[in-house]
């Protein structure tokens, strides 16, 4: 203890993380989110746009992944950069959104140049949405090139604080028997000593889980223990009541659609490739808190990574370890992506035959 705090009555600081003032991964400076939907289909897209090229890496561990330039986050592999990530509906269809965004921001001149070309990196995922009872009869025009470009425009319009619930790529998603949804979450991280520059996290999970986010038949969330004030409504929380969790065998006839939670994880900290890699593969294990089962060979669970390189990993200290810091960034992104994935359950409102949870527990 340093000799003025030495009989000293004021309180030590509060170090603890806090959510961001939109509790979104638009938290993370640097970052926009764009969405667009079609109500009729039961479907729609989401794009997280970096307003400078970004760091990104992937980590995938569902059975049933559907993914367009994912091999380039390799570490290994060249590109070290990325200019939109798109999480979309509409299984396989759904990978023409990632079309539209890149034609949308080659445009625009947003891309790597090579020689007169301008060609944008678009990494994407999606996840099965075919079978919630929209109109899917759309012939050789899948909706989902022109929901792309459309997403790009809203991003310019939306400001950080983006729609959660029926929204982007979780409009028609399904989690377990309830109605899935867009959900998100940030934490903003103090300097791990006096001085040193705070780091932000956040998160972005459509969720579409063959695995439920509740605790049996009940309210409450896996997720809670990690709930920030009231995110996840007045029930989140187990009661006396609620039957403690044990084994338990997921007793369900393979389904006929298939399924996938999507999550993207960023931060404001300057990472490599390896690095964020790392961070991608914490952040897994928040997805697998929020959900059981997770990473079912029915889902295609994939997590991408994003930094944006605003603050340096040895802020304010070049002596301090970088490790450390590492550790801590991945840490608060399994926390969030926990929280997001709950949030998007939370927020989302009955679509058709599909309950939403404020619906099925009689909450506003």
């Known amino acids: 203890m340093s000799p003025s705090r030495i009989g000293s009555s004021d309180p030590a600081p509060d170090r603890r993380p806090t959510p961001g003032p939109g509790n979104r991964i638009t938290d993370v400076p640097g970052l926009g989110v764009g969405q667009a939907e079609d109500p009729a289909a039961r479907t729609g897209v989401t794009v997280v746009l970096p307003d400078a090229p970004a760091v990104a890496a992937?980590?995938?561990?569902?059975?049933?992944?559907?993914?367009?330039?994912?091999?380039?986050?390799?570490?290994?592999?060249?590109v070290e950069a990325i200019h939109a990530l798109v999480l979309s509906g509409g299984s396989a269809f759904g990978l023409e959104a990632a079309a539209g965004v890149t034609t949308w921001l080659a445009a625009r001149g947003i891309g790597f140049p090579v020689g007169q070309a301008i060609v944008p990196i678009v990494p994407s995922a999606i996840l099965f949405d075919l079978q919630n009872g929209g109109d899917k009869a759309w012939g050789d025009t899948p909706p989902y090139r022109a929901l792309g470009r459309a997403a790009c425009e809203n991003a310019m319009e939306a400001g950080p604080a983006h729609a959660l619930g029926n929204a982007g790529?979780?409009?028609?998603?399904?989690?377990?028997d309830l109605k899935g949804g867009l959900g998100g979450a940030s934490l903003v991280m103090p300097g791990s000593a006096a001085g040193d520059?705070?780091?932000?996290?956040?998160?972005?999970?459509?969720?579409?889980?063959?695995?439920?986010?509740?605790?049996?038949?009940?309210?409450?969330?896996?997720?809670?223990?990690?709930?920030?004030?009231?995110?996840?409504?007045?029930?989140?929380?187990p009661t006396p009541d609620t039957p403690a969790p044990g084994p338990a065998d997921?007793?369900?006839?393979?389904?006929?659609?298939?399924?996938?939670t999507l999550v993207v994880v960023a931060t404001d900290l300057r990472l490599t490739k390896a690095q964020a890699g790392r961070i991608a593969i914490m952040a897994q294990d928040g997805l697998a808190r929020a959900l059981r089962p997770a990473h079912s060979p029915l889902d295609g669970d994939t997590v991408f990574a994003l930094a944006t390189g605003r603050v340096p990993l040895t802020a304010n200290d070049p002596g301090r370890d970088p490790l450390a810091t590492l550790a801590r960034c991945g840490l608060a992104?399994?926390?969030?992506?926990?929280?997001?994935?709950?949030?998007?359950?939370?927020?989302?409102?009955?679509?058709?035959?599909?309950?939403?949870y404020r619906e099925r527990f009689g909450l506003p």
């Open 169 to 176: 790529a979780g409009f028609g998603a399904t989690s377990g």
């Open 197 to 237: 520059a705070p780091f932000t996290v956040g998160a972005l999970a459509a969720v579409n889980s063959q695995g439920s986010a509740l605790m049996g038949d009940g309210p409450a969330f896996w997720a809670w223990p990690w709930a920030v004030g009231d995110e996840l409504g007045p029930r989140a929380r």
């Open 58 to 78: 992937v980590d995938q561990r569902g059975g049933g992944p559907g993914t367009r330039e994912t091999d380039l986050l390799d570490p290994v592999n060249t």
């Open 333 to 356: 992104a399994a926390d969030c992506v926990a929280r997001a994935i709950a949030r998007g359950v939370y927020e989302a409102r009955t679509l058709g035959t599909l309950t939403g």
């Open 250 to 260: 997921f007793a369900f006839a393979p389904p006929s659609r298939a399924n996938t």
